[in-house]
C-alpha cells in the first residue's frame, strides 16, 4: 500500500516562493504523479505532472513559474512554486499512480491511485 503525505505549505505575500514536497512511501517509483490543488468552492484542478519517463505537464495558469520534479531516492516528489499569486491560495494534494501516463493525461485528477490529506498555500496581496 502506498502512502502519501504533503509537507511545505503555509502563509506568503504575493510574489513570495514555496517549496511543497510528497513523500510517497512504499511506491515503486514508477508511473506517474502530480500535484492538484482546491481552493474553496471550486473542482480539484491539475497543476503540474510528471511521469517516470520524466516527462511534465504544467497548467497554463502556473507555467513559467512553478517547477514539478522528484527524487527517486527518497520516493518524494516536489512542487516549487514562485512568483505566487493570491490565486494560488488553495489546498494543495498530489498524487501518485503507477500506471504510465502520457503528459496529456497527467493532470487528470481520475488517473491517480492513492493520494495525500493536502498542504494549505495561502497568498495574500
Known amino acids: 500500500q502506498v502512502h502519501v503525505v504533503e509537507s511545505g505549505g503555509g502563509s506568503v505575500q504575493a510574489g513570495g516562493s514555496l517549496r511543497l514536497s510528497c513523500e510517497a512511501s512504499?511506491?515503486?517509483?514508477?508511473?506517474?504523479m502530480g500535484w492538484f490543488r482546491q481552493a474553496p468552492g471550486k473542482e480539484r484542478e491539475g497543476v503540474a505532472g510528471?511521469?517516470?519517463?520524466?516527462?511534465?505537464a504544467f497548467a497554463d495558469s502556473v507555467k513559467g513559474r512553478f517547477t514539478i520534479s522528484k527524487d527517486n531516492s527518497k520516493n518524494t516528489l516536489y512542487l516549487e512554486m514562485n512568483s505566487l499569486k493570491p490565486e494560488d491560495t488553495a489546498m494543495y494534494y498530489c498524487?501518485?499512480?503507477?500506471?504510465?501516463?502520457?503528459?496529456?493525461?497527467?493532470?487528470?485528477?481520475?488517473?491517480?491511485?492513492?493520494w495525500g490529506q493536502g498542504t494549505q498555500v495561502t497568498v495574500s496581496s
Open positions: 510528471m511521469n517516470s519517463g520524466g516527462f511534465t
Open positions: 512504499g511506491y515503486p517509483g514508477t508511473g506517474s
Open positions: 498524487g501518485f499512480t503507477t500506471t504510465f501516463f502520457l503528459k496529456s493525461r497527467l493532470l487528470d485528477a481520475r488517473i491517480f491511485d492513492y
